[in-house]
Every structure is written in C-alpha cells, then in structure tokens.
C-alpha cells in the first residue's frame, strides 16, 4: 500500500515568494509493522552486515544486566497490539504484570562487551537525499539501549556507511543486548514506504524579514480563528 502525503492546505510559496530559495527535498519513510529482509531500508529490521566484520559492542562501565528484557519489550507489545480496542484477558493481563525491570543477567559485568541494537538501515535508494562516503550507498544505525553514557547520560549510538554490493555472505544470527534499559529504546521493527516531499528551513534560519512576515501571516491566522470560535465566556467567580 503506497502512503503519501496529504496535499497541503496552503502554498505556501505563492503566500511568500522568497521561500522558494529556502526550499529542500527531504524523505519521509512512513513506517508500518512487517518483516524486512536484510537488503531493505527498515527500523530495526535485519541489517546487511558481512559475517566476517565484528558487530559493534558497548564497552563504557554501565548497568547492564538490569531493566526490561528484549523478549518481554516485544512480547508486551504484541499482547498490547492484539487488545486493541477490548479489555485484556486475565491471561493476558497475567503475562503482562510478570513482565518486570528486573536484573535479569546478574552475572553479566558492568564493564562487560554489550552487543549493540540494530536501529536502523536505510539505502540511498530509498533515501536520494542520503549522501555518505563516496560509493558508499547503505547507512547502518545501531545504538545501546541504555541512557547512561557520557556527562549526559545518554544512548551511545554508532552509524555504520557500507556499499552494499560489497556484502556477500550476510551475518547470522546478528547479535543484540539481552537486556534494555528502557522500552523506548527498543524500537519496533517496522518495513519503511519512503516517499520524496518538499520543505522549507526552518523559520530561524530564514533571513530577519522575512521571518518577521512568516511570523505575523501566522498570527493573522490564529486571530482569524479566534474571531471564528468567538470570545471566550468569562469565568465567574462568588466574592
């Protein structure tokens, strides 16, 4: 099923002439459930990753053998997914309340190597806008899902430029944490529709003026739905 933008509801080039310099192309993906194979652009699908190249690990001194195991993330959802728009079971219900942060892999090191999640792929195929290394035409995300590194407290995270031809025999099973810290941070894997759009910058990058039009055209427009809706009734109060 092919998934496209709306047409927008205003050109926005006609009302400002000079955005038409300040234009851009960008890909929007779309993402929906499915099953990637490893030569497609997908959110945490398989990754085109040779069998003979090490898969990244995590290496800073972190918890991580405590949080929500991988297996109860995408079980959890799944069951989520399936009650959708009833009551859950009492099975069902009882499978979710056993889900829980827990430490899990006791035995696994702080400072121990962690293999690290795959995010993402995404191929200048689908991506035009994607430009890499030279030749390079596959851009691989992975990250640690935990928000421990660095002063900020953070996801590490490690991006990976290939050239696809290159890969011949595919690494498997591909390796992944155990554990996550958080459920964010264990994404869902998802096929990708990309579809090529136009945009404009940002409205602080725009030169003073024209900012300042951009600017008051909106809050003519908010006053304009504010006169639609009428005034507000005032509140009363007992003195």
């Known amino acids: ?91 069902e219900q009882r499978r979710l309340d056993a889900m829980r942060v827990a430490d899990h892999v006791p035995d696994l090191r702080d400072d121990e190597a962690l293999p690290m999640l795959a995010v993402a792929q995404l191929s200048t195929r689908d991506v035009p806008d994607l430009v890499g290394p030279e030749g390079q035409d596959l851009l691989q995300v992975l990250w640690c899902p935990f928000e421990a590194h660095g002063p900020d407290r953070t996801i590490d995270v490690v991006l990976k430029w290939r050239r696809s031809a290159d890969v011949t025999a595919v690494l498997t099973p591909q390796p992944e944490p155990p554990v996550a810290g958080r459920e964010e941070c264990v994404p869902t894997m998802c096929v990708v529709h990309p579809e090529q759009v136009v945009e404009h910058e940002y409205l602080g990058l725009l030169d003073e003026g024209l900012q300042e039009e951009v600017s008051a055209w909106e809050e003519g427009l908010l006053d304009e739905d504010d006169a639609e809706d009428g005034p507000s009734p005032a509140a009363s109060y007992a003195t």
């Not at 069998?51 to 991988?70: D, I, N, R, Y």
């Open 1 to 91: 099923m092919a998934r496209t933008t709306p047409p927008r509801p205003v050109d926005v080039e006609g009302v400002f002439p000079a955005l038409a310099s300040h234009r851009r192309t960008a890909t929007r993906l779309h993402p929906r459930h499915g099953v990637p194979g490893t030569g497609d652009s997908s959110v945490a699908g398989p990754l085109l990753w040779p069998a003979g190249e090490p898969w990244p690990v995590c290496t800073a001194a972190h918890p991580k053998g405590t949080g929500h195991l991988l297996s109860d993330v995408r079980s959890r959802r799944r069951i989520q997914d399936g009650a959708r728009g009833r009551d859950f079971t009492e099975d």
